[in-house]
């Protein structure tokens, strides 16, 4: 266990500094200029180099990175260019409320999602299980601003049960965790569903009825803990799916979190920030997968983590 | 609620006593409108306390159709229970019929009154829930019992099946077990409540002998012990002669005949049970035999020396290897033209390694000599150009043909891979080996879901053909086939052997079969050869522990030779886990008579 903890981190590690190096690289080559976007568009030439000197911007790429990456091993996340405040305080100021909405996200999308699939895959084959699957085909199709536009009028606008912006009661939560939610929901129905029928099949279902139990223990105590089995995989890597939905979201219903702060760096080219948030994100993505394969033992015995 | 038997003469006084379980009329259907099909069809019969009644029949006989509609666990949707009652009498309750009750109250039937095993043990208990776990659900669905009492009553339960150190067992998990330790938690599970009746669906049929063995005594103690009536469902007559006092023959959803044991394996009445039982590969039987003269050439078709195949552990920060699985270690022996050696041995020996690494599907070390060539260390267009001379045919005719492929296809595509002929002589040669392998000619434009099992089992042996290899890897080719079919298939292997003189190494738990097609025989244990010789030196004169108690544990299709007790407690196969760098001590080899070989001490005593 301890082996396999230490072999997951130095993984971790080489995957960071993987994404460090392309994400620096991808901005390196981006044809926006940043000095451009600092000193405005009256600056003089003398100006702008001026700027690009201080930024260090003249360099070329191997420094600037090294210099990054050195910092970067300090804790150092550097200085957004135009906020002029430290990258990680921007990130740690703007991170409660991201996975504030993250969690209620997951737990909207696993909670619609898994119930959707069960039901689905218990009553295979008749009209809920058509109409659930297409509500699903929905949900996977429809662009999440869309979604979170529509909610918005309904829910907000028109029938005002729920506040259409902002941050602070858990009221505020509920239209953009669904909004992130619908869209997983669809994935994980459909996942669910498949895995569900899959596992009905087997041949101990068919020894748990023989034993005289009733459907409802034959479904939750010995179907479901094995057509879950996949799904918890999956969770670990759909946070990175789930870090691009919440750029949409907290942008549509004015959320405060990380993804408003990148959306706002990427326009501004705001290198920095752009590449603080990727680690972060990169960060979350790691540590997502290795809790779920940390967590995957609990689930199925015939597991061993080497 | 535990009816003790009483000693003497048990048939006596069953004959006074009302069934326990009595079926009449009962039909199965499958498919609705104009496309129903019936599995089973007015089938009646009774089933006494105590006894072993067999259901015995080929696959597609209904027998499996009709042990799950007594437990009311048709396969949903489509097949459905049509006409017929199923009568449950026994103890102070008033005779029930199954066959009317609501699904309510069969739950609390099934598990409780009438049990179930199945064939698959490995697959039929639930991988994530612990032994004990599944143990105690059985009583609590059926009684209000503290959860201290179920995992007493669970405890009984895998006490009276003899598993060794059941107290630790009750946290274990499936996995944890081995085939035949599961059968016995299945067996466990099913005689917790006592039922009146326990059905066996094809309980061995997936067991090793030796374990065969073991658990068909268990069984049969049991029923001893318990008075528990069992249905045994199989396809097997070695274990209806070992275990049934009555027999029912099924084909095609109907009774054919139904008689006691003793009299159907000696005067069957009916044509397809007469069949039925001549089909039945008996070891020592004399006919279908073929010679077992020393084929001399001057080169092998296939000559192995000193094969290993090991499976690296890995440990540590890195994933470097930290020790071997030797799956097979240190194995020789040669194959002469046209001849057939056929390795024996239970799962896991390394038989199946020992063939995968013949047709180059594993890496190994030592030396594989096809026709007198090292297939080894050849480059990759020589290894291709080899591949040609080693041809396979595997077990599960249904998974291996592709579904969306021809026959014709299928035949043709070794020719096309390695450019054999023009266009026209491919096709020549493929209508030629469909016809060879007996094939109806209009099959080659067909889908294999077209065919049956065996035609598909001759399907794959005309790919395998197709190339005129040197020599055929049959692994466990005719084990999932019926045994008339297999019958057939065997003489085909030998037709075709004594046309082309092509080199079998035949692969195989069933010893029977492999008495019947072998020249010679080379006996498997823990990844080694343990005796090897002609097929009459093996069987007629064993000489190594392990190849009697394998012979010995087959069930013969005798009832008159059934066996008063089995061999108990199995010792288990040692570790094949090996250090870095393990060189396997060199087997010392005695010779007991002309090309009979057994293999010294340093081997399991049996």
């Known amino acids: 266990m301890a082996t396999y903890l230490a072999r997951r981190v130095v993984q971790a590690a080489l995957i960071l500094l993987g994404v460090s190096i392309i994400t620096f690289a991808l901005l390196y080559l981006l044809p926006a200029d940043p000095v451009r976007q600092i000193a405005g568009r009256s600056a003089t030439p003398a100006t702008v180099d001026n700027i690009r000197r201080q930024l260090g911007l003249d360099q070329p790429f191997f420094v600037q990175y090294w210099r990054y990456l050195t910092n970067l091993l300090q804790g150092d996340l550097g200085r957004s260019y135009l906020q002029r405040s430290q990258v990680s305080e921007l990130i740690a100021s703007r991170l409660p409320a991201t996975l504030i909405l993250m969690a209620a996200g997951i737990a909207c999308e696993l909670a619609l999602g898994l119930t959707m699939g069960l039901i689905a895959a218990v009553r295979r084959g008749t009209a809920l299980d058509q109409s659930l699957m297409l509500a699903s085909f929905v949900g996977v199709s429809a662009p999440q601003f869309v979604v979170g536009l529509m909610l918005l009028y309904v829910f907000g606008v028109q029938l005002g049960w729920l506040p259409i912006s902002g941050y602070g009661t858990p009221a505020h939560v509920v239209l953009p965790a669904l909004t992130l939610g619908i869209l997983g929901a669809g994935w994980y129905s459909r996942m669910m569903r498949s895995s569900m029928i899959d596992v009905l099949r087997q041949d101990y279902i068919r020894t748990a009825h023989a034993k005289g139990l009733t459907r409802t223990i034959v479904l939750v105590r010995h179907a479901l803990p094995n057509a879950i089995l996949p799904i918890v995989a999956m969770i670990g890597i759909d946070i990175g799916i789930f870090m691009g939905g919440v750029v949409v979201v907290e942008s549509v219903f004015g959320w405060p979190g990380i993804g408003q702060l990148t959306w706002q760096a990427i326009q501004r080219v705001d290198i920095p920030i752009i590449m603080g948030v990727t680690l972060v994100s990169a960060f979350a993505i790691v540590l997502g997968n290795l809790i779920a394969d940390l967590a995957a033992p609990f689930i199925d015995p015939r597991i061993r983590l080497r | ?606």
Not at chain 2, 371 to 392: F, K, S, T, Y
Not at chain 2, 546 to 565: G, K
């Open chain 2, 1 to 606: 609620m535990i009816v003790a038997r009483e000693a003497g003469s048990p048939n006596m006084s069953k004959e006074l006593q009302a069934p326990i379980l009595s079926v009449s009329g009962l039909t199965v259907t499958a498919g609705s409108g104009a496309a129903t099909r019936e599995l089973v069809s007015d089938l009646s019969f009774d089933l006494m306390p105590g006894e072993t009644l067999a259901i015995a029949g080929e696959s597609g006989s209904g027998k499996s159709m009709t042990s799950l509609a007594i437990m009311g666990l048709l396969p949903k949707p489509g097949v459905r229970r049509g006409a017929g009652s199923i009568r449950l009498a026994g103890g102070s309750a008033q005779p029930v019929d199954i066959a009317a009750l609501p699904e309510a109250d069969l739950r609390r039937i099934r598990g409780d009154r009438i049990a179930m095993i199945f064939q698959e043990p490995m697959t039929s208990l639930n991988p994530v829930l612990s032994i004990g776990r599944q143990l105690m659900e059985v009583s609590q669905a059926h009684a209000r019992v503290s959860s201290r009492e179920a995992r007493r009553l669970a405890l009984d339960a895998l006490d009276l099946v003899r598993i060794p150190d059941a107290r630790r067992r009750l946290d274990q998990h499936p996995h944890e077990l081995s085939g035949g330790q599961r059968q016995r938690v299945m067996i466990a599970m099913a005689l917790l409540l006592r039922p009146d009746v326990l059905i066996a669906d094809e309980p061995t049929t997936a067991l090793d002998v030796t374990v065969q063995a073991q658990v068909l005594g268990l069984l049969r103690d049991l029923q001893t012990e318990l008075g528990t009536a069992i249905l045994l469902i199989t396809h097997d007559m070695g274990v209806v002669a070992e275990m049934a006092e009555r027999v029912l023959v099924m084909r095609d959803g109907r009774k054919v005949e139904a008689a006691a044991t003793a009299e159907l394996f000696t005067a069957a009445t009916s044509d397809y049970a007469r069949a039925l039982l001549a089909a039945v590969p008996r070891i020592g039987s004399g006919a279908n035999r073929i010679g077992t003269r020393g084929i001399e050439a001057a080169t092998p078709a296939v000559e192995v020396k000193n094969l290993v195949v090991r499976f690296p552990l890995t440990g540590g920060l890195l994933g470097r290897p930290v020790a071997n699985v030797h799956a097979v270690d240190g194995v020789s022996f040669t194959i002469a033209p046209g001849e057939t050696l056929s390795l024996v041995g239970e799962s896991g020996c390394g038989k199946s390694t020992t063939a995968k690494a013949l047709a180059g599907l594993t890496p190994y070390m030592g030396d594989i000599l096809v026709g007198g060539r090292d297939i080894g260390g050849l480059a990759r267009a020589q290894a291709q150009a080899m591949r040609r001379e080693v041809q396979m045919v595997f077990q599960d005719p249904y998974a291996s043909l592709d579904p969306r492929m021809t026959i014709g296809e299928a035949i043709r595509e070794p020719l096309d891979i390695h450019r054999i002929g023009s266009r026209s002589e491919r096709s020549d040669r493929v209508e030629d080996l469909a016809k060879r392998v007996g094939l109806p000619p209009d099959s080659l434009k067909r889908y294999p879901h077209q065919f049956s099992g065996g035609q598909r089992q001759r399907i794959s042996i005309a790919r395998a053909l197709a190339l005129k290899p040197r020599v055929i890897l049959c692994d466990e080719s005719v084990s999932a086939l019926d045994v008339s079919i297999q019958a057939r298939v065997l003489d085909l292997l030998k037709e075709l052997q004594a046309e082309s003189g092509v080199a079998y190494l035949f692969i195989s738990h069933d010893m029977a079969v492999v008495e019947n097609i072998s020249n010679r025989v080379a006996v498997m244990y823990a990844g080694r050869i343990v005796e090897t010789g002609s097929r009459d030196q093996v069987f007629s004169a064993p000489a190594h522990p392990y190849t009697r108690r394998l012979i010995d544990a087959v069930p013969v299709p005798d009832p008159a030779r059934r066996r008063a007790s089995f061999p108990r407690l199995d010792g288990d196969v040692p570790s094949a886990t090996r250090p870095i760098g393990y060189k396997a001590p060199a087997v010392r080899w005695r010779q007991v008579a002309d090309g009979h070989w057994v293999a010294g001490p340093a081997s399991p005593t049996g």
